[in-house]
């Protein structure tokens, strides 16, 4: 399997969107020497977006961790998150004065109260007292007892028909080189499992996702077509089937959660072929 350097395949793009856990970051924090490459982009004047299913945080939150780090052109107009269509479907259909009972931490309920509603942790629901409940949401994979919190959600569901919402469609994320953790998209299949229920999912590879990226990258390139972005991810099953049903090219990176070594299996196997592979998305100046 030939790979390609990152400045040999992103130089011919008009905008790039960016997957951000294995791609930008890892579990101990920025992937070396990638601000190398928003100092080349920046050259370029190829804009840059960060698509993120991680839901656990506000946009604010999340751009400030970069910043924190060194990477202070990743501003808050710059992260799209799973989130933020979370938050515009809970404005639309939950009815005013009832709430959306929530699994994750205080931090990541905070795409449900921007849009004007209340809300009640898992942890802090009285099954007895559910009639207030509108709504469901599986934000994040923190901030909760796994056996009490997640038991307490399968019967609130099994007590009361209601909208279950996954803000997050991630299965799982890479806790080091080697070693995998369930993230809320996986949790939220096991709940589906158990209770014979269908949930609404935001987040890539959904193109919900992509379009409200394009969207914010066209007030940038009134005229860019879809074929000259470059969507750069490391996990197939999202980020590179979801940009390719978009219409965009794709570069598959192996820094995060497709191994090097597994990564020709997975494409044969998968049939979902990024247009690049790439060893990671830093470029060497």
Request: glycine share 8%; charged share 25%; net charge neutral.
């Amino acid at each position: 399997m030939r790979t390609r350097s990152f400045r040999s395949v992103v130089k011919n793009y008009k905008a790039v969107f960016f997957d951000a856990f294995g791609v930008l970051k890892n579990h101990k924090g920025l992937i070396p020497d990638i601000a190398n490459t928003f100092q080349y982009l920046d050259k370029k004047g190829i804009p840059y977006y960060v698509l993120t299913n991680d839901s656990s945080r506000s946009p604010e939150a999340l751009s400030k961790w970069y910043q924190e780090r060194g990477l202070g052109c990743i501003t808050t107009d710059k992260i799209l998150s799973s989130g933020m269509l979370a938050m515009e479907f809970f404005k639309t259909k939950v009815t005013n004065g009832n709430a959306v009972a929530f699994l994750g931490t205080n931090d990541s309920a905070h795409y449900i109260e921007t849009a004007g509603l209340k809300t009640v942790s898992i942890r802090n629901l009285d099954l007895n007292d559910i009639d207030h409940i509108e709504s469901c949401a599986f934000l994040d994979d923190e901030g909760f007892d796994w056996n009490e919190d997640i038991n307490k959600t399968i019967n609130l569901l099994r007590k009361k028909n209601m909208t279950v919402v996954v803000a997050n469609t991630d299965i799982n994320y890479p806790v080091n080189k080697n070693d995998i953790s369930v993230a809320v998209g996986g949790l939220a299949d096991m709940v589906e499992k158990i209770l014979g229920k269908k949930f609404i999912r935001f987040g890539k590879p959904d193109a919900q996702m992509f379009l409200l990226a394009y969207e914010r990258a066209m007030k940038d390139i009134p005229d860019i077509k879809r074929g000259e972005i470059l969507m750069v991810g490391d996990t197939l099953y999202t980020d590179i089937i979801g940009g390719n049903k978009f219409g965009l090219d794709t570069a598959l990176v192996l820094s995060g959660n497709t191994l090097p070594e597994m990564a020709r299996i997975k494409i044969g196997s998968t049939g979902i072929i990024p247009t690049y592979v790439c060893e990671s998305a830093v470029i060497e100046l």
